[in-house]
């Protein structure tokens, strides 16, 4: 098998990432499963699926926000809003960003990720940079972050096509963050749900997220793969972890998901693609 795109082999190696420490840390579990209807997996290939170069058979662990569909975008649109709409006579609109990134810091570590913190974010900078929120800035405010909650899904380019190519050859589970009733109805409206397996729904996408879920879901690591646009919660802590990873960089990926890419640890890979649809290229 060539992996020929990037595979780094930094030559190191990540303590207590092997496949027997996966094996262990299956003893309860810390999160939520959402199991879902009508598996696919290992139905039969299609006719004609002459693209693929990996045998069937591997998990292929994905995520969801801006790696299957558009998400950031639209937290990027409502933020411009509520700048527009702060208008402060004192901070720049840059200066005004970068305090909503340290109120969204804040808010996130004590409430988690999801639109509620994104409200209670939006809110907090607000009244930090004005002094105080009448109730009707409030309820202005609050508009900003409810235009995301409704929005119809937007699928990047080519991923229902690939996906389904992908189901009939391997096992593909849905590894999202966030606010479970907000990442399951993304799900539902994205038509994708029949393609997964099963669907994490994390607090948190850490080291010790991966090695819990691979150990939940019987993944051996040589054959597991995580999927995803962002270097902080999807590709570094996936190799740390001890699987492989690809990372599809997306051009508008959250501030706070930004961190440089690690290397792989010798023996594991790491693939860099530029879109969605090259999966079939090497699953
Ligand atoms: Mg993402």
């Known amino acids: 098998m060539q992996f020929n795109s990037i595979t780094r082999n930094s030559g190191r190696t990540s303590p207590g990432t092997s496949v027997d420490n996966l094996r ?10 959402y199991p879902l209807r009508g598996s696919p997996y290992n139905r039969d290939v299609s006719s004609g699926d002459n693209l693929l170069s990996r045998p069937s058979g591997d998990t292929l662990l994905f995520d969801a926000d801006d790696t299957l569909w558009e998400n950031n975008i639209y937290f990027e649109r409502a933020i411009a809003s509520f700048i527009s709409y702060l ?3 004192v ?23 999801g639109l509620r913190s994104f ?47 992908l189901s009939n050859r391997h096992r ?16 539902e409206r994205s038509g994708l749900a ?40 999807d590709i570094n802590p996936a190799l740390r972890a001890g699987l492989h990873a690809v990372f599809i960089p997306h051009d508008f990926t959250w501030v706070l998901e930004h961190e440089t890419v690690e290397q792989a640890p010798e023996g594991q890979h790491l693939l860099e693609l530029k879109s969605f649809q090259e999966l079939l290229q090497h699953f």
């Open 24 to 33: 262990e840390i299956g003893q309860g579990r810390p999160y939520d499963l």
């Open 87 to 89: 208008d402060h006579k």
């Open 91 to 113: 901070h720049t609109a840059e200066e005004v960003r970068e305090h909503l990134n340290r109120c969204e810091h804040a808010t996130i570590a004590a409430h988690g990720y």
């Open 119 to 165: 409200r209670r974010s939006l809110v907090n900078c607000f009244e930090d940079l004005s002094g105080s929120v009448t109730d009707q800035q409030h309820q202005r405010i609050l508009g900003f972050a409810d235009s995301i909650a409704h929005h119809e899904i937007e699928l990047l380019p080519q991923v229902a096509e690939t996906l389904a190519h």
């Open 172 to 187: 593909l589970i849905l590894v999202t963050k966030g606010d479970p009733v907000e990442q399951t109805g993304k799900l």
């Open 194 to 233: 029949p393609h997964f397996t099963a669907v994490e729904v994390l607090p948190e996408k850490h080291d010790e997220a991966y090695l819990a879920l691979s150990a939940l879901h019987r993944c051996d690591a040589a054959r597991t793969w995580m999927i995803g646009n962002s270097p902080r919660s």
